[in-house]
């Protein structure tokens, strides 16, 4: 056997941000409510970032700036209240960095447009802060939803994240009876598979080189899944994350095996969930008494 057999699960497989301006996440939050942020600073250049001084817009109010890891952080005041944030670091070009800071959001509007200042090392500066639409130098924007929006999404996220949940307790089924085809429903015909080390590129090379052959060696076959957790990020896109065993006669040998497993999903235009990366981490059980 090429490579030991777990329930396909995918490494998500978020694709780098192509835009080079400072980003902040999420992108997306509550009105009123307290919030973790996360400034990403990337440097597309080749002159090295020095630093970023970041304005805080009214209404915003800052909570908790916590000490990088690396270079340092001041901020400004306005009475009580801060009104700017920098974080002095090197980031080499093709490199980027992330600051964080806790805020409270305003308690109406409908989008908070931060404003980010870039310095480079030859004393340049790039200034993000055009409101989206207005310029080429748009600031990050993080939309503001009304409460009970935010709960309609949340639990609307649930209701999709429960169909995930059962959707894939078909796939163990299916694996469980070595229905190929079944199991040819829940993939996208450009699945990914990393797993012991290797990797499988399409449906087809999984099915025809790994999978197939794998199915058709076991007997006895037991396989399932435990603590399986839904996460839903949009519509269309979500990861799931879970523990899996596998135990199977091969011939004389025995496979009793179990690991970690993640998955990404995606949604078609027909509405279909599919599997589109997965990896898994796998680790054969020891024996009772065993070291």
Do not use: C
Not at 196 to 210: C, S
């Amino acid at each position: 056997m090429r490579r030991l057999i777990a329930f396909t699960t995918f490494v998500l497989a978020v694709p780098a941000i192509a835009a080079a301006h400072v980003g902040v996440r999420p992108r997306e939050s509550k009105l009123n409510a307290e919030e973790h942020y996360s400034v990403r600073v990337p440097t597309e250049g080749a002159v090295s970032t020095t630093s970023v001084r970041f304005e805080v817009p009214a209404g915003v109010t800052v909570l908790d700036v916590p000490k990088p890891s690396v270079g340092t952080v001041d901020v400004k005041r306005e009475g009580d209240r801060i009104v700017e944030i920098t974080w002095t670091r090197e980031i080499k070009p093709k490199e980027s960095a992330e600051f964080m800071f806790h805020a409270k959001n305003p308690s109406s509007g409908e989008a908070i447009l931060w404003k980010a200042h870039q310095n480079f090392a030859d004393g340049t500066t790039t200034s993000w802060v055009d409101a989206p639409g207005a310029g080429r130098r748009t600031g990050p924007v993080t939309k503001l939803i009304p409460t009970d929006a935010a709960a309609r999404s949340t639990q609307a996220g649930n209701d999709e994240a429960d169909r995930i949940s059962k959707w894939l307790d078909g796939y163990d089924a299916a694996f469980i009876a070595k229905d190929l085809e079944k199991l040819g429903n829940y993939y996208h015909p450009d699945v990914t598979i990393y797993e012991g080390g290797g990797i499988d590129n399409g449906w087809a090379d999984y099915r025809d080189t790994h999978l197939g052959p794998e199915l058709k060696a076991f007997e006895n076959l037991q396989f399932g899944h435990t603590e399986r957790k839904v996460h839903v990020l949009s519509p269309n896109t979500a990861y799931v994350t879970s523990l899996y065993f596998i135990k199977a006669k091969m011939g004389e040998r025995t496979l009793d095996s179990g690991g970690l497993e993640t998955l990404v999903l995606l949604k078609g235009a027909d509405g279909a969930w599919k599997i589109r990366h997965a990896h898994t981490s796998a680790r054969a059980r020891r024996p009772a008494g065993g070291l």
